[in-house]
């Protein structure tokens, strides 16, 4: 069964992680959040759950306002050309819905599936906010908190700077 909200909020309270969540309407873009996102301070992400044709799953959190260039994506991190991953696969992997991806999402892949990769742009702030596993609600973490988060949860973050792709 996928951790909730309530279980991702025990996770970060248990293990010292500072967190702040604002409820709201559902958001599914980043054009949707845009007004929240002038309330709440830090960075704000918009999330992508890609695989390759060799089956290397990726969970991308980029900054809200990064271009991606999905065609070259791949060269930059490692990997054969990327497309979305399913709706399936992603609630098998990560436990979340379409519209719902955050990088808190870690926390349900427990087979350690998932290569994690966060963009430069929003590692440079020093809040970061995130979907609390539902699209109803944003929570604030630190960027320190957040590295933590994604150690405990047994992952690897690779910080990539996706403005290398910008032509």
Known sequence: MPASPDDLFAFL?????????????????VEEGRELK??????HTK?????????TIVLISAHAE???????????IGTRRLSFASAELMEECLGVT????TGFALMNDTEGRVRFIADAALMAH???????????GTTAISREDFRKFVELTGHKLTEID???LVS
């Open 98 to 101: 379409p519209g719902s991806v």
């Open 162 to 164: 996706f403005s290398t």
């Open 38 to 43: 002038a309330e709440m301070p830090g960075g």
């Open 47 to 55: 999330n992508l759950f890609m695989k390759d044709k060799d089956g």
């Open 126 to 136: 020093e809040t970061l906010n995130f979907h609390p596993l539902i699209n109803t």
């Open 66 to 76: 990064s271009e991606l260039k999905l065609n070259q994506l791949h060269k930059l």
């Open 13 to 29: 309270d248990t293990h010292g992680l500072a967190h702040e969540t604002r409820w709201h309407e559902a958001t599914f873009t």
